[in-house]
């Protein structure tokens, strides 16, 4: 009877776990969702001009050699706003982990490319994550006011934790991918989503702060 018992306490005690994980991770995505409703724009016509748009990083190729989409898109969404007059500099807020992996040299190089003068470029090398760069944008260049540029799911979760920062921030989308091919970051940006309240609950802080960047 004693081990009957303990196998129901342990099936119960799975049971609320897996319901507080799903409620943690649909709640997450419903607030973080709502709160930047019609905080996003897809249309270079309607969207609001800000002296500064926040790119953020991501890798510029897959590690089996495979070009990053994400990444693409999001030069070409910043190309966009730039040559809309929508924004007059770009901040680039990525990963710089090592020498060999620095995504806001990768991001710097292709925006030249596309067109945008080096001079109107600013990189925030210590942008490890979402939560990071928007922290950064504000304490390292002074940024109260700025558009960040990405794919719509994760330019709410920065808007998110902009907005709760005090900060003033919308977001352009740049064009997502296909389900199949973005199976894994949207699976990831599910956790990323509930991690966000974790950080708060914590009051996390960015890896690096630094000295003043004055962007002009």
Same mark, same amino acid.
């Given at each position: 009877?004693?081990?009957?018992?303990?196998?129901?306490?342990?099936?119960?005690?799975?049971?609320?776990?897996?319901?507080?994980?799903?409620?943690?991770?649909?709640?997450?995505?419903?607030?973080?969702?709502?709160? =930047?409703?019609?905080?996003? @724009?897809?249309?270079?016509?309607?969207?609001?001009?800000?002296?500064?748009?926040?790119?953020?990083?991501?890798?510029?190729?897959?590690?089996?050699?495979?070009?990053?989409?994400? @990444?693409?898109?999001?030069?070409?969404?910043?190309?966009?706003?730039?040559?809309?007059?929508?924004?007059?500099?770009?901040?680039?807020?990525?990963?710089?982990?090592?020498?060999?992996?620095?995504?806001?040299?990768?991001?710097?190089?292709?925006?030249?490319?596309?067109?945008?003068?080096?001079?109107?470029?600013?990189?925030? @090398?210590?942008?490890?994550?979402?939560?990071?760069?928007?922290?950064? =944008?504000?304490?390292?260049?002074?940024?109260?006011?700025?558009?960040?540029?990405?794919?719509?799911?994760?330019?709410?979760?920065?808007?998110?934790? =902009?907005?709760?920062?005090?900060?003033?921030?919308?977001?352009?989308?740049?064009?997502?991918?296909?389900?199949?091919?973005?199976?894994?970051?949207?699976?990831?940006?599910?956790?990323?989503?509930?991690?966000?309240?974790?950080?708060?609950?914590?009051?996390?802080?960015?890896?690096?702060?630094?000295?003043?960047?004055?962007?002009?």
């Amino acid at each position: 009877m004693k081990i009957k018992k303990i196998i129901r306490l342990l099936l119960l005690l799975a049971i609320i776990i897996i319901f507080l994980c799903l409620l943690s991770i649909f709640g997450a995505q419903y607030i973080i969702s709502t709160s =930047a409703k019609n905080l996003t @724009y897809s249309n270079t016509d309607d969207i609001p001009h800000n002296r500064v748009g926040v790119v953020l990083g991501t890798a510029k190729m897959f590690r089996k050699g495979v070009p990053n989409l994400y @990444y693409k898109h999001r030069i070409n969404a910043t190309k966009e706003l730039f040559s809309a007059g929508k924004i007059d500099f770009v901040l680039v807020s990525g990963d710089n982990r090592h020498r060999s992996y620095n995504e806001p040299n990768d991001f710097k190089k292709s925006l030249i490319e596309a067109g945008i003068p080096e001079d109107k470029i600013f990189l925030d @090398y210590a942008g490890f994550r979402t939560y990071d760069s928007m922290i950064r =944008a504000d304490k390292v260049f002074g940024q109260k006011k700025f558009t960040v540029i990405s794919q719509k799911f994760h330019n709410e979760r920065a808007i998110y934790i =902009a907005r709760r920062l005090g900060l003033d921030v919308i977001g352009y989308n740049a064009h997502d991918v296909e389900s199949y091919y973005g199976f894994k970051t949207n699976l990831r940006e599910k956790f990323a989503r509930v991690k966000v309240f974790v950080d708060f609950l914590f009051d996390k802080k960015p890896h690096f702060l630094g000295d003043p960047v004055v962007i002009e």
